[in-house]
């Protein structure tokens, strides 16, 4: 299974999350209640996680880091960085909130192409 698919339910992929997690388990030779205990949460939060249902993040966080998984959220999330030109326009400033204001383009508008 792939999570590009774009009509893959919210179920579905809390089923597949949970069945990667409870692999991982399995492929370090961990009983639920072993890694639950390691990764600070109860056996049944454990449980609920690998029967894909649902669960607060912190416990996921929490179990990854039980698995020695949590880097791999670097993968799913890399920093975001900017282009080149919004580089030299910050002048090594980072942003902290977003300005609300939008490039405006001098093209003309867009139209659906069936106005006459």
Do not use: C, N, Y
């Amino acid at each position: 299974m792939h999570f590009d698919d774009a009509l893959l339910g919210d179920a579905a992929v809390l089923t597949e999350l949970g069945s990667r997690i409870g692999a991982a388990r399995l492929a370090r030779d961990l009983t639920q209640a072993e890694l639950a205990r390691e990764a600070g949460v109860s056996k049944r939060t454990l449980e609920r996680i690998e029967a894909g249902q649902s669960a607060q993040t912190t416990s996921f966080i929490r179990v990854l880091r039980g698995l020695g998984l949590l880097d791999r959220l670097e993968l799913l999330l890399p920093p975001s960085r900017p282009g080149p030109m919004e580089l030299l326009r910050r002048s090594g400033r980072t942003p902290h909130r977003a300005s609300g204001r939008r490039p405006v383009s001098d093209a003309e508008p867009w139209r659906w192409g069936d106005e006459e």
